[in-house]
């Protein structure tokens, strides 16, 4: 999963990254992945933009094949595909560990809530006028049940409620 989430984060900041500045290239969708890989490669060495890490590696050459409207529709469809991934694994991982202290209905009701919330966020921030700052939050939301992290929450939450219930019983019993 780790080797994963590195392949999933590469993935997306390519994504990200020309959808973000090939807005800057005119008639972007009309040149061939090579221009479009040139010029994009001019902005990132000629222009004044701050250094970034994230984007400061190469780009997956791929990427470059498809215009802005199809990133963005692989940016999301990508976005739903790595959540289904994280979410059988997280669950994967609770059963094997748990047995059935979270059934899958319940997990799976959890995950619809946090992509309810994060739609919510960023439709209320838009309606309200601060669309950038809705849309990070959502991403941060949507960004989280894209990795394990539900898991690192959900595991000692299970075995701190595992050892309350075996305590409250022990104190019983005696």
């Known amino acids: 999963m ?4 590195f392949f999933q984060e590469k993935l997306k900041i390519g994504i990200n990254y020309i959808i ?3 807005g800057h290239i005119t008639d972007y969708d009309n040149l061939s992945p090579d221009s479009r890989a040139a010029k994009i490669a001019d902005i990132k060495e000629n222009q004044n933009i701050p250094y970034d890490y994230y984007y400061a ?3 997956i050459p791929q990427l470059f094949n498809f215009t802005t409207s ?8 990508l976005t739903f595909l790595f959540i289904a991934v994280h979410f059988l694994a997280v669950w994967i991982c609770v059963k094997w560990w748990f047995g059935e202290a979270i059934p899958f209905i319940k997990l799976a009701i959890a995950y619809a809530v946090v992509i309810a919330l994060a739609a919510t966020v960023y439709l209320g921030g838009k309606l309200l006028g601060y669309p950038i700052q809705s849309y990070a939050f959502a991403r941060e939301l949507l960004g989280g049940i894209q990795s394990l992290v539900p898991l690192m929450l959900l595991a000692p939450a ?3 409620q595992e050892f309350y219930r075996n305590t409250n019983t022990s104190t019983h019993e005696s």
């Open 57 to 59: 590696h190469s780009s």
């Open 20 to 22: 973000e500045y090939s």
């Open 70 to 77: 199809e990133l963005n529709r692989l940016k999301w469809g």
């Open 2 to 5: 780790l080797a994963f989430g």
């Open 158 to 160: 299970i075995w701190l």
